[in-house]
């Protein structure tokens, strides 16, 4: 047997260097689908909006307490509903209104003053989602501006989709200047396997006072 150089071979060491080259082709091949599944389950992002010109109310603003709720249009159907009473919202997200209204997420109430921003950050893997980031304020009454107001801290909230949205992660944004990237990742590895009867809300990165006055009890 000759290789492409002239270089000649026994039969038998010839067969024993295409079985070689056959077990490194295979490896290669494992590699590179393992690598592919590694990227499949891996989270993209893509995004939509909560603002009130892009959602449909449900209920007006009352007189009282400035009470309101509106459901938005989300990614694979979903819906995201957004619901104020007492100057604190819920973010949660279902199927329809009633749906969404029904998840452990509707049920999440901060004790302080709290607002959520008008961008929602969808992760899906294969085009389906699994998770949303949304960016929190959250009122500090020991920190008042001049006026006398409470001043707000920023946090990340990441929510499992359905079945169940519940959240499963909360990122102090002044804490960690990577607060973006961390509740990325903690989406992808952590929103999927959540168990709600086993498993508690993680607090992801470095705690900073946003997390503090939300987890506070």
Known sequence: ??????????????????????????????CSNAGNADAQSLGSSTYTSTAPKDCRQISKPSELDGSTTRVCPGKAGLMVLISEDDMREIVSVGRNRKAASEEPAAKVWFGPFNSS??????????????AIIQ?????DGTDLDKQGRPNTK??????R?????????????????????????????????????????????????????????
Request: charged share 20%.
């Open 1 to 30: 047997m000759k290789t492409s150089d002239g270089t000649e071979f026994p039969l038998h060491q010839g067969v024993i260097m295409g079985r070689i080259a056959l077990i490194c082709l295979a490896g290669l091949l494992a």
């Open 117 to 130: 921003e008008i961008t929602i950050e969808w992760r899906a893997a294969g085009g389906k989602p699994f």
């Open 135 to 139: 960016r929190w304020h959250i009122a």
């Open 154 to 159: 920023a946090m990340l909230v990441v929510t």
């Open 161 to 217: 989709l359905p079945p169940g949205p519940v959240h499963v992660a909360y990122v102090d944004a002044t804490a960690n200047p990577n607060a973006n990237e961390l509740a990325r990742n903690a989406a992808d590895e952590v929103a999927r396997g959540f168990n709600c009867d086993r498993d508690e809300v993680k607090v992801v990165g470095t705690s900073g006072r946003a997390v503090e006055l939300a987890t506070r009890r």
